[in-house]
């Protein structure tokens, strides 16, 4: 396929040999994925490449990785947990994802060879780079909202041009960031960039609004190839047979995060497009964070955006169908301000706690009155607003404040309402 050039990936090619040879012990390094397995042969039609040193090195390891019956990845699995071992030598716990899965990208692929009238197989970077699309791209220094429209990304859907600034000064995968412009922008920097916003935000979007600033989002270690390496934490799910005070914290922060993200200091309105429990995780200190960043749409409550021109005006082209589905979400003119609450109360708060936790848990019944508000689609918008508020307010005093939850322990001994 396409010949990448990364003087790096020599050492695994290596590595992936020697894994080739069947007389090894399955306690010796079997490193049986290299090029292929991480997708790195069908860059630049990829994330990037930050972080490919650190998987030659084996400082990224994760689940079965030393296993013998390491056929990873399955079709369908996209996530695996994994470890990060830095200089320091400590290990932290990571996310490994793809895209998407093995079989999506699959499928995604033989789908840009047939746009070229080509059966299966194809030169995937040629045929991207081809494209009307990319050839503007290619000849443009600023990032325009014509360049991403017909996107299926949600939170290009009505993108403002401080916006796509953002994404471009905060782009991590290219060696000089912090510039607006693109001057610095190889072609591959540019094909890798559309690449991952056609196909799925959440790289972005960690990128945009770190963890380190303050946004419940994790760590971005860096990429390789498709796949993505980030902080990891506990499924949310972990949560739901805990005792009652777990749970309410939880639901508090989750409440909270809701609201944070809808108004913030950039003014950036971050709303969901639709909730699963696996969108959320925790931390060893307690503090709940966004895992899946996928779904997350962007309004800018500063500049605004332009009214959606309808489907006949969209630049609607192969990168508008990366991602597995050509569907985009609703426009933004259609988001009601209430939708993440809506989102959150019905698919996650509901399981988090239960009309059950007020007979047996002394969870007041006025939480779950005014949950089974918020979770409900019948309601206006003002009631569920309303009810969210006030399920925050009921929870808020509910929370413990222990050694379990470092996130605000000991302050929490001190300061009232912290
Ligand atoms: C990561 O490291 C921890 C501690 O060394 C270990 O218990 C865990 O199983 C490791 N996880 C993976 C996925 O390798
Ligand atoms: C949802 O709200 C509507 C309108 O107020 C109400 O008729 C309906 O019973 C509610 N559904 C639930 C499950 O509470």
Known sequence: MVDVGLDIWVVSSVLALVASSPSLAP??????????????????????????????????????????????????????????????????????????????????????????????????????????????????????????????????????????????????????VGSMQMKHFTYKDKLRLLYTMAVNQHPLMLQMFPGMEGWPFPRYHGSCGRVVVWAGGRALRNLYSSPLERRVDAAYQLLRITQSLASNSLHFNLYYTSVSEDMFGTLDDGRVFITDASTIGIIDLQDGFYPDQGLEHQSVDIFSCLSGSCERPPPCEHVQPSQSFLLLCRNILTKLLAPNDVRSAHLPGEAMRQLTVCANQSQSDQRILTAAQSLTELLKPMRPCSRQYEYRYPECLYIHNF
């Open 27 to 176: 306690q010796e390094k079997t490193y049986k994925f290299g090029r292929g397995f991480l997708g790195l042969d069908k860059c630049n039609a990829c994330v990037g490449t930050s972080i490919c040193k650190k998987f030659s090195k084996e400082e990224i390891r994760f689940e079965r990785w030393l296993s013998s019956q390491l056929h990873l990845p399955s079709a369908k699995r996209t996530t695996y947990e994994g470890n990060y071992t830095d200089a320091s030598q400590i290990e932290r716990p990571v996310m490994l994802s793809w895209l998407m899965s093995p079989h999506l990208h699959q499928v995604s692929d033989w789908s840009i060879c047939r746009s070229a009238g080509r059966e299966r197989t194809c030169s995937i970077e040629a045929v991207l780079r081809a494209t009307p699309r990319f050839q503007t791209w290619a000849r443009s220094n600023l990032l325009l909202p014509s360049m991403v429209q017909g996107l299926a990304t949600p939170m290009l859907r009505c993108p403002s041009q401080r916006l796509l600034d953002r994404i471009v000064r905060r782009y991590f995968e290219v060696t000089d």
